[in-house]
């Protein structure tokens, strides 16, 4: 079964979508503010959120680039074009509009879906000459292997899926900690100075960036 995160102030519209997504065969979990967000999505891993913009304490805006490998679809009642922009080049899969019909939501949770199925079953991953494959546990640049550690390898591989996006430093810990228990936040910024040392020597150029007070993005 399906999870899907509602992440909206409001208490009616949230209802409401608890109540026909469950009729339509999903789960869904709750948070009310974008500080509950946060938690919540440290906790629970959904397949796919709902995002208000408008909420107290962080803004949806503020929540977005802390959500990394899973499709955002934003619900705001804001129609300015620009802003619609930005939230798709910062993150979102979509973006529907409030009052939205409810048939017309549903449709746009099944394609973000089938498209996330889809991703998940891809097994190399491309930026240019450097390239990632999940089979064989491979990382080249052109025809040049590199030799990554396991927690190295782990990490590159998470930032390749979600190629262009900011992920936070507690969701990468939080997602390659099943291949990698021995990594703590401290020791991240050790594996992450590695990762990038090894990528610049090969390819002469900076493919990590970090984000002051958030965390990492490949691009």
Known sequence: MKTIAIIDDDIYIGDMLKEVLVREGYAAIRAYSGTEALYLLSEKHPDLVLLDLMMPGLSGEEVLPHISGIPVIVMSAKVDVDDK???????????ITKPFDIKELLARITVQLRNKNEREIKTV???????????????????????????????????????????AKSVILDRISEDTPDCTENSLKIHISNLRKKLRSVSGREYIEAVWGIGFRIE
């Open 85 to 95: 922009v930005s939230l798709l080049l910062n993150g979102a899969c979509d973006y």
């Open 125 to 167: 991953y491309r930026m240019g000459e450097l390239s990632l494959d999940i089979l064989s546990h491979t990382v080249m640049f052109g025809e040049q292997e590199i030799k990554l550690t396991r927690t190295e390898y782990a990490i590159l591989k998470l930032l390749m899926q979600n190629e262009g996006h900011v992920i």
